[in-house]
């Protein structure tokens, strides 16, 4: 009796220790066994990578492309991205790095990749989607970069939508940059040269005060920029402007002398 219960015990260690580990790395498993048999995805909503390639327009199938792993029944736009159409490439796949780099080339497994592309790349990024998600339905998700196998945003994504807060706080602050130190006009003649000067709208940025002109030297940038300065409100201790050679401290406009 007393040897029969550690030989029971013996043989559900095994067992057991099995379902512990398949209960804590559940995602993983699950990830393991979808990869390896490509089985499709459980929710009519989510589409494999394999399954989303058979809606590429070809032999009269639906057309569906994905961007940031939103998949959308773009069909009623085969002009586009039918066979032949100037777009086909987004069919059936999630071509995003092409909706900026236009690279309509790109079959790497870097297409979907977008989190190294400037803030600017990424706001046009979240632009095109807006405009398909107005003009198409939006049929589902893709499991893969952006959404895992439950229909969850993966890291990944998430990283995207912090860069995107990122980019907006940069955004303002270079807005209020610009408020601060608006950009000159500038013309040329071939006669007389450049011209910079300033104006209440110069640079498109509306205000009270006209400024004068200065060169702006900012940490980080090669060449300094033209900038209208207002000398009511000037701000020597961030920033350095030097002023235009042959040009009146307080005039509004100047000629810069071309080497
Ligand atoms: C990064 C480069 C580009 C990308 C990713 C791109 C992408 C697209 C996409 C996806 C559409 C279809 C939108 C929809 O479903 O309604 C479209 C339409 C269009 N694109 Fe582009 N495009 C690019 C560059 C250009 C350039 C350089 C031109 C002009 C020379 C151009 C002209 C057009 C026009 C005229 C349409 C509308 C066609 C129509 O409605 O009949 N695109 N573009």
Not at 137 to 148: M, T
């Amino acid at each position: 009796m007393v040897k029969i219960i550690p030989l029971a015990l013996s043989k559900l260690i095994i067992p057991i220790l099995l379902v512990i580990l398949c209960i804590k790395y559940r995602d993983r498993f699950e990830l393991f066994f979808y990869n390896f048999f490509k089985t499709d995805v459980r929710d009519s909503n989510l589409y494999s990578v394999e399954q989303l390639a058979l809606n590429n327009g070809i032999d009269g199938n639906k057309i569906y492309l994905s961007i940031l792993g939103f998949v959308f029944d773009v069909t009623s736009g085969t002009k586009h991205y039918g066979k032949g159409g100037p777009y086909h490439y987004f069919a059936g796949k999630d071509g995003s790095r092409a909706f900026v780099t236009g690279d309509f080339q790109d079959e790497s497994s870097n297409k979907d990749h977008i989190l190294d592309l400037t803030c600017n790349d990424l706001f046009t990024l979240l632009n095109w989607k807006d405009t398909l998600r107005e003009k198409y339905n939006e049929v589902g998700k893709l499991v893969g970069r952006y959404y895992d196998m439950n229909g969850k945003e993966t890291e990944y994504m998430k990283m995207f939508y912090e860069r995107i807060e990122q980019c907006k706080v940069e955004k303002d602050l270079a807005k209020k940059e610009e408020l601060k130190f608006p950009p000159c006009n500038i013309e040329w003649n071939a006669d007389t040269g450049t011209r910079v000067w300033c104006t209440k709208t110069s640079g498109g940025v509306k205000r009270n005060w006209i400024g004068v002109p200065r060169l702006l030297y900012t940490p980080g940038e090669e060449t300094p920029r033209c900038t209208c300065v207002n000398l009511e409100n000037i701000d020597n201790s961030v920033t350095l402007f030097k002023e235009y050679d042959n040009c009146a401290v307080t005039s509004t406009s100047c000629f810069v002398k071309s080497k």
